[in-house]
């Protein structure tokens, strides 16, 4: 059952205005059950603006969010955004997570000392140096865990 058929010239001209004015298929089926009293659903009111060749405005898509996988975090940065210095690490998120894990990604402790790091379905944590050597000292593993619950908690877990 085609409500196009049923429409008059005018009627097809107002539909046609609100699609231009950049109204979606709800804002219409709106409009038609308020202002000519036509109950249609929203796939009816889909198959109408086909019938009647309107097309609708795209929509603009919102500034896509960061994905917990595309963000870095860095501790102990200065109001100026310098990085250096004793105690800092920079985490990030792979986009491919390791295997087993829930998160999983990259710590920079600086000076070329890189560790992955990882979080199972257990809740625990694993770390593994590049350098076996190499041991955090203790403002760099206090600023690793505080990187690691802001990565954690923005990545919703």
């Not at 005018?10 to 205005?17: C, D, G, L």
């Not at 198959?47 to 405005?57: C, T």
Request: charged share 35%.
């Amino acid at each position: 059952m085609s409500k196009a058929k049923s429409l008059s010239e005018e009627q097809i001209s107002k539909i046609q205005s609100w699609a231009d004015a950049g109204d979606g298929v709800p804002e219409i089926q709106k409009k038609l059950r308020d202002e000519f009293e036509i109950r249609v659903t929203y796939l009816e009111t889909r198959f109408l603006l086909e019938d009647l060749k309107i097309e609708l405005l795209p929509t603009p898509e919102p500034e896509p969010e960061k994905k917990p996988e595309e963000e870095e975090a860095v501790a102990g940065e200065d109001a100026d955004g310098a990085e250096g210095g004793e105690g800092q690490v920079t985490l990030t998120v792979d986009q491919v997570l390791r295997p087993g894990a829930i998160i999983s990604g990259k710590a920079d402790f600086g000076g070329g000392k890189i560790a992955s790091w990882w979080l199972d379905q257990m809740g625990r944590l694993g770390l593994d140096m590049a350098d076996p050597e190499f041991r955090p000292s203790e403002e760099q593993a206090i600023a690793f865990q505080n990187e690691l619950r802001k990565v954690i908690q923005r990545s919703g877990f």
